[in-house]
């Protein structure tokens, strides 16, 4: 019997998949670009049928690359974007509407018009924008389906027998009732939506379903749906106290709190982590919404060249010589919460050349952390762990995890496996096959040695101090 896991990651900017094996080797893998467009301002639209397409090329690049097939694949563990949102034909699969990105801001004044009759969202979350979408959207309503990608991705992998999503992936949608995690039948009658255009509620390990030979080239269980800031955090450990950063289009700083369900504020909310066999898991999550996003726009914009040239850069300059960059392209996420801000490259002087805009592009996004971490302890009145997970794209840039390290004053470790959102799916999908163990799962936490901080605790704070000033006035 097989025992390969095939675990696919969506996310904003690209879309990945890797065969692993159950000790948590990577035997191939593949990797394919979104493209995002912005009809207007605030407006982030894909195309979902795009989407899928190249899922389906990574999958089949990740077996060409382990020399596999697909009959060779045990499980299929899928985490993709969240709160996203796309409107397809239940008969043909064709989507409807574009898949809305989650940083698109078209529900800010939905958000606040729902909150007035009670529904506290974000604008951010589904829920704020699917109205909108529907409205678009010319079609029979029994004909229609709805769903954030997973969902989509799982029609369509099992051709079109499987309409589901999991609980970490519906809490952020906004649809998800609380405390009894069903579909919130106030809020959907409230917004007169059928509720047959929901997926199916399903455990996030677990049997889901089996993907269509036309589809896939075998018949093989999908068995996880996770969430890819939960999926990562799982790849870290989910026991109370553990906390990370996963470096990507944005950054996320998740803090476990086991079974406990806290809502410290608005900023800091609280996200489901995994609900499978009746337990539910749950986290504290603050962001900065754009973080790589941000970077790709400043290397794009002043010229400072591809990911290498651009660390290459910020590693030449010892700081970034009075310049300051508030990352905030669309809007400005924890503390502040605040949608309308936008991006800010303060202190420009003759002094400031590349090696300086590259190094305060690093730093912005350092402060930016030091930012949502400070405030999330601040609420939750725990202590910070004295060493802090990271993983992402972002994370393999070591200039960055030394800045990072200086800057929110504490040190840091990169996750053994950067991508670990793809980790998490496999160790998900793995479980809900019944290849691995929780104890098979716990041993795949790895981590590489720690990147201690080379500035003091004063000079951090102070060099905090002068950065804010430069950004917020």
């Given at each position: 019997?097989?025992?390969?896991?095939?675990?696919?990651?969506?996310?904003?900017?690209?879309?990945?998949?890797?065969?692993?094996?159950?000790?948590?080797?990577?035997?191939?893998?593949?990797?394919?670009?979104?493209?995002?467009?912005?009809?207007?301002?605030?407006?982030?639209?894909?195309?979902?049928?795009?989407?899928w397409?190249?899922?389906?090329?990574?999958?089949?690049?990740?077996?060409?690359?382990?020399?596999?097939?697909?009959?060779?694949?045990?499980?299929?563990?899928?985490?993709?974007?969240?709160?996203?949102?796309?409107?397809?034909?239940?008969?043909?699969?064709?989507?409807?509407?574009?898949?809305?990105?989650?940083?698109?801001l078209?529900?800010?004044?939905?958000?606040?018009?729902?909150?007035?009759?009670?529904?506290?969202?974000?604008?951010?979350?589904?829920?704020?924008k699917?109205?909108?979408?529907?409205?678009?959207?010319?079609?029979?309503?029994?004909?229609?389906?709805?769903?954030?990608?997973?969902?989509?991705?799982?029609?369509?992998l099992?051709?079109g027998?499987?309409?589901?999503?999991?609980?970490?992936?519906?809490?952020?949608?906004?649809?998800?009732?609380?405390?009894?995690?069903?579909?919130?039948?106030?809020?959907?009658?409230?917004?007169?939506?059928?509720?047959a255009?929901?997926?199916?509620?399903?455990?996030?390990?677990?049997?889901m379903?089996?993907?269509?030979?036309?589809?896939?080239?075998?018949?093989?269980?999908?068995?996880?749906?996770?969430a890819?800031?939960?999926?990562?955090?799982?790849?870290?450990?989910?026991?109370?106290?553990?906390?990370?950063?996963?470096?990507?289009?944005?950054?996320?700083?998740?803090?476990?709190?086991?079974?406990?369900?806290?809502?410290?504020?608005?900023?800091?909310?609280?996200?489901?982590?995994?609900?499978?066999?009746?337990?539910?898991?749950?986290?504290?999550?603050?962001?900065?919404?754009?973080?790589?996003?941000?970077?790709d726009?400043l290397?794009?914009?002043?010229?400072?060249?591809?990911?290498?040239?651009?660390?290459a850069?910020?590693?030449?300059?010892?700081?970034?010589?009075?310049?300051?960059?508030?990352?905030?392209?669309?809007?400005?996420?924890?503390?502040?919460?605040?949608?309308?801000?936008?991006?800010?490259l303060?202190?420009?002087?003759?002094?400031?050349?590349?090696?300086?805009?590259?190094?305060?592009?690093?730093?912005?996004?350092?402060?930016?952390?030091?930012?949502?971490?400070?405030?999330?302890?601040?609420?939750?009145?725990q202590n910070?762990?004295?060493?802090?997970?990271?993983?992402?794209?972002?994370?393999?840039?070591?200039?960055f995890?030394?800045?990072?390290?200086?800057?929110?004053?504490?040190?840091?470790?990169?996750?053994?496996?950067?991508?670990?959102?793809?980790?998490?799916?496999?160790?998900?999908a793995?479980?809900?096959?019944?290849?691995?163990?929780?104890?098979?799962?716990?041993?795949?936490?790895r981590?590489?040695?720690?990147?201690?901080?080379?500035?003091?605790?004063?000079?951090?704070?102070?060099?905090?101090?002068?950065?804010?000033?430069?950004?917020?006035g």
């Amino acid at each position: 019997m097989p025992e390969l896991i095939l675990a696919v990651d969506v996310g904003t900017t690209s879309t990945r998949a890797a065969v692993m094996t159950p000790d948590g080797a990577v035997a191939g893998r593949a990797a394919a670009p979104l493209k995002s467009t912005h009809p207007a301002p605030g407006r982030v639209e894909q195309d979902a049928g795009k989407v899928w397409r190249a899922t389906r090329r990574v999958m089949a690049g990740a077996l060409r690359a382990a020399d596999r097939a697909p009959a060779d694949i045990a499980a299929i563990g899928l985490t993709t974007q969240r709160a996203s949102a796309v409107v397809w034909d239940r008969r043909s699969g064709k989507p409807l509407s574009p898949l809305v990105v989650w940083s698109d801001l078209r529900g800010v004044a939905r958000a606040t018009e729902l909150a007035r009759a009670g529904f506290m969202l974000a604008p951010q979350q589904a829920a704020t924008k699917l109205e909108a979408v529907l409205a678009q959207v010319k079609a029979p309503r029994d004909h229609i389906a709805w769903g954030n990608i997973d969902s989509y991705l799982i029609f369509r992998l099992t051709g079109g027998a499987v309409h589901a999503t999991d609980r970490s992936q519906a809490w952020p949608s906004g649809y998800l009732g609380f405390p009894g995690l069903g579909w919130n039948a106030p809020l959907i009658e409230h917004q007169g939506l059928d509720p047959a255009m929901f997926p199916v509620l399903r455990d996030t390990w677990g049997p889901m379903g089996v993907t269509a030979r036309a589809a896939f080239g075998a018949e093989v269980p999908v068995t996880a749906d996770v969430a890819d800031q939960q999926g990562a955090l799982i790849a870290h450990g989910t026991a109370a106290g553990t906390a990370k950063i996963t470096w990507g289009t944005s950054a996320t700083f998740d803090l476990a709190t086991g079974t406990a369900f806290t809502f410290p504020g608005p900023a800091a909310p609280p996200l489901l982590v995994s609900s499978t066999s009746g337990e539910t898991l749950w986290c504290v999550e603050g962001m900065v919404l754009s973080a790589g996003a941000a970077l790709d726009w400043l290397r794009e914009t002043c010229g400072l060249g591809g990911h290498d040239r651009f660390e290459a850069l910020a590693a030449q300059a010892p700081d970034a010589g009075g310049a300051a960059f508030l990352p905030a392209l669309q809007g400005l996420g924890a503390p502040h919460g605040d949608p309308a801000r936008r991006g800010v490259l303060a202190g420009l002087t003759n002094a400031v050349g590349r090696p300086q805009l590259a190094r305060a592009g690093l730093e912005g996004l350092a402060f930016r952390a030091r930012e949502v971490v400070e405030h999330v302890y601040g609420l939750t009145g725990q202590n910070p762990p004295e060493v802090l997970g990271v993983d992402g794209g972002l994370a393999t840039n070591h200039t960055f995890l030394q800045v990072l390290a200086d800057l929110i004053g504490r040190p840091v470790r990169r996750h053994a496996m950067a991508e670990a959102t793809l980790l998490g799916a496999a160790m998900c999908a793995g479980r809900g096959a019944r290849i691995l163990s929780d104890t098979d799962a716990a041993a795949l936490v790895r981590f590489e040695p720690p990147v201690a901080p080379s500035l003091g605790a004063d000079e951090a704070a102070a060099r905090f101090a002068a950065w804010r000033s430069a950004v917020y006035g």
